[in-house]
């Protein structure tokens, strides 16, 4: 750990030893504190026990995927600033990335002032501690459970049903686009039929009109879909 009392404290967590010390030493330079984790174990016990300003994070560790540690830190209820550094530069690692919590996405090469500026400007956000419980009108899902109620009693339905209601209940009211949805549900890599999405969505709109009084799901065609109240 270095730099002065008052300086922003940065997590670095990466695991090439050449790229992590010139890392360190530039943002050393810059003003920062900064701790270095090469691993995600290292990192984990970093993030449970300290606070930190930001965390850059490496996608590809030696011991898992960078995205486990957003997860974890939600678990934990610990929130932090991520910005993910990584070389992984395709549309669906950035979905995921983005969508796993981090409030940017760098890809390796990248030019050293960029990153300070892209520090700088997520520090101007407040990280959140996300809520064990979400709610929207009668529906709520445990996100530790994982499991859904419509007034206080059980709201079943499949698995691949559930995983798009809880993509939808992470941003309820707002558009949700469709390849996160396929992606949630199918994964990034199995090609998926063009109306299997529809046919999940359509026995939701059923269990939700069977069960309340106008919750539904809006579609946006070819873009994506909102979950919506009355």
């Known amino acids: 750990m270095h730099g002065s009392p008052n300086a922003m404290r940065i997590l670095l967590v990466e695991d090439d030893e050449e790229v992590a010390h010139t890392l360190v030493a530039f943002l050393m330079r810059e003003g920062f504190v900064v701790d270095h984790a090469d691993c995600l174990a290292v990192a984990r016990e970093a993030v449970?026990?300290?606070?930190?300003?930001?965390?850059?994070?490496?996608?590809?560790?030696?011991?898992?995927?960078?995205?486990?540690?957003m997860a974890f830190a939600r678990k934990i209820r610990r929130p932090q600033r991520f910005l993910l550094l990584t070389a992984l530069d395709?549309?669906?690692?950035?979905?995921?990335?983005?969508?796993?919590?981090?409030?940017?996405?760098?890809?390796?090469p990248f030019e050293p002032r960029e990153l300070v500026a892209r520090i700088r400007n997520a520090m101007r956000f407040t990280p959140q501690i996300e809520p064990q419980v979400r709610r929207f009108g009668p529906l709520a899902f445990d996100v530790e459970t994982t499991t859904?109620?419509?007034?206080?009693?059980?709201?079943?339905?499949?698995?691949?049903?559930?995983?798009?209601?809880?993509?939808?209940?992470a941003r309820p009211g707002s558009l949700v686009q469709r390849e996160t949805l396929e992606s949630r549900v199918y994964g990034y890599d199995r090609m998926v039929s063009s109306n299997s999405l529809e046919s999940q969505?359509?026995?939701?709109?059923?269990?939700?009109?069977?069960?309340?009084?106008?919750?539904?799901?809006?579609?946006?065609?070819?873009?994506?879909?909102?979950?919506?109240?009355?």
């Open 48 to 69: 449970r026990d300290e606070e930190f300003d930001v965390v850059l994070l490496d996608r590809m560790l030696p011991d898992g995927d960078g995205v486990e540690l």
């Open 148 to 169: 859904f109620t419509i007034d206080g009693e059980p709201f079943v339905v499949r698995r691949s049903e559930a995983l798009v209601l809880a993509a939808l209940m």
């Open 90 to 108: 395709g549309v669906d690692e950035r979905v995921a990335g983005l969508d796993g919590g981090a409030n940017d996405y760098i890809v390796k």
């Open 201 to 230: 969505i359509s026995r939701l709109r059923k269990a939700l009109a069977d069960r309340t009084d106008g919750l539904r799901i809006q579609v946006e065609r070819g873009v994506g879909y909102r979950l919506c109240e009355p």
